[in-house]
């Protein structure tokens, strides 16, 4: 096992990383920006260390600074949470020359799965569903004219080196196909300096399923089962829940072995996520793997009783994982909710500032991820998540009753949160029924 790590990151995720680590025996090394000076997750870590000013480019995403962090104090390796340099192969790849270890994927994997072309081609052989498509990448007009006349209406296009929703036009006509290969070429262009794209049928009013898998240096990959992400906004989760509401137990297991049969293919180790998206039918296609730790893990955990950033740590010091398939065993029904410091009423604009009060809910199968103390001041410079607020009961509607309980006992005083929002969402009769879509937040709350 390792004796000290670096914690690449901030805010919540740096104190789950810091928790996990000292229950592991590891000290903690953590880096902040200028503006995360009085930051709680530094009180809990063993040593800390200023990386740069408030903006990210020059701190978390400052990879010359954390790199003389991490040598400057002798870390074993670097964990790097989620953002920031978490899907950085180039990242991975400097940890890997200055013999730190990347608590991650390798970087010939986060590479191959952040192609999201060659990670369909790799789908594909690997027997795992992926939507009809084009054939590899698409390089011209004429090209998404073919494939589009292939498909049939609605077809989406997507940027190669995007995910997460970035650099993709929805095409319903020719016209729209056309000018929506040429937006999305040129914004993949501009922001990730790939300006290459694919095309594939669009999926109407899907369920975003994701299956979390974790993978030791030995070859032995484990499906931890999924997690539902289905409310969204513009690509930003608000709520997941694990068990899913739409699945079977047979799909379970096919969505499942694709998982691992993908992670397999990808050589991937350490935790992470193979997405999937779930049709009105009940089949299901992957579109895309995350090479990272994601915020919704904590869901998975609940259910498993699986502690992930300690088994990402352990696999990544080399250790075999210690259980079987057989021996993940879930347990009752966990949700999430994203506690974010917006206004939902201004178009989710965020509302940074002084925390005048925060008192957290508790009780029985409630857990608060949060960063976040009465007088604590939200930075505008990060993204505006406060805290993840889960509830683990026997099943779907305690888990809804009791996150509804613990919404309305949460106390934040000064920034405008999502929890009125959440509230409405946990009355709504499709989420009670656990029938929304991927469109569910935009039809009733956008
Ligand atoms: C799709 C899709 C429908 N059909 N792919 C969104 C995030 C990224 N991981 C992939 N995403 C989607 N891919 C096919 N072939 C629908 C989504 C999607 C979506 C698309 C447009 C607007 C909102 C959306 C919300 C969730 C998922």
Aim: glycine share 8%; charged share 25%.
């Amino acid at each position: 096992m390792f004796n000290r790590i670096l914690v690449a990151n901030r805010g919540e995720i740096a104190q789950r990383i810091i928790r996990a680590a000292t229950e592991l025996g590891v000290e903690t090394v953590a880096i902040y920006s200028e503006a995360d000076a009085d930051a709680l997750y530094l009180r809990q870590a063993s040593e800390t260390i200023c990386v740069g000013p408030a903006p990210s480019a020059q701190s978390y995403l400052n990879i010359p600074a954390i790199i003389s962090a991490a040598e400057i104090s002798d870390v074993d390796a670097i964990h790097p949470g989620y953002g920031f340099l978490a899907e950085n192969a180039q990242f991975a790849e400097v940890c890997r020359s200055c013999k730190i270890q990347f608590i991650g994927p390798d970087p010939e994997t986060i590479s191959a799965v952040g192609d999201k072309v060659n990670a369909r081609e790799m789908a594909i052989r690997a027997n795992v569903p992926v939507v009809p498509g084009s054939d590899g990448p698409v390089a011209d007009e004429d090209g998404a004219r073919a494939v589009a006349a292939r498909l049939g209406f609605p077809v989406i296009i997507k940027a190669s080196a995007g995910g997460g929703g970035r650099g993709m036009r929805v095409a319903h006509n020719e016209p729209a196909l056309i000018s929506g290969f040429h937006a999305a070429k040129s914004e993949a262009e501009a922001a990730f300096g790939d300006g290459t794209v694919y095309i594939e049928r669009f999926v109407e009013k899907p369920r975003h399923v994701e299956i979390q898998i974790i993978a030791d240096k030995f070859g032995k990959v484990l499906s931890l089962g999924e997690r539902d992400c289905s409310v969204q906004r513009r690509h930003q989760k608000l709520i997941e829940e694990s068990p899913s509401p739409a699945i079977s137990e047979g799909q379970r297991e096919a969505m499942s072995a694709a998982a691992v049969r993908m992670a397999k293919a990808s050589g991937y180790n350490s935790a992470g996520t193979v997405e999937f998206l779930l049709d009105p039918k009940g089949e299901f296609y992957f579109i895309e793997v995350n090479a990272r730790i994601q915020v919704e893990h904590t869901v998975t955990e609940l259910v498993t009783g699986i502690d992930l950033i300690q088994e990402m740590i352990r696999v990544a010091a080399g250790e075999p994982l210690r259980f079987e398939q057989s021996d993940i065993v879930t347990r009752g029904h966990a949700i999430e909710c994203r506690i974010n410091a917006e206004d939902p009423a201004k178009g989710f604009q965020p509302s940074p500032g002084l925390v005048e009060s925060f008192v957290p809910p508790g009780g029985p199968g409630v857990r608060v991820d949060s960063h976040c103390f009465s007088g604590y001041r939200i930075p505008s410079n990060y993204d505006s998540m406060v805290g993840k607020l889960l509830v683990h009961r026997p099943t779907r509607q305690e888990a809804i009753s009791t996150m509804r309980r613990a919404l309305s006992e949460f106390v934040i005083e000064g920034p405008k949160t999502t929890i009125p929002l959440h509230l409405d969402i946990l009355g709504h009769r499709d989420f009670r029924a656990g029938v929304h879509d991927t469109g569910f937040l935009e039809r009733y709350f956008g």
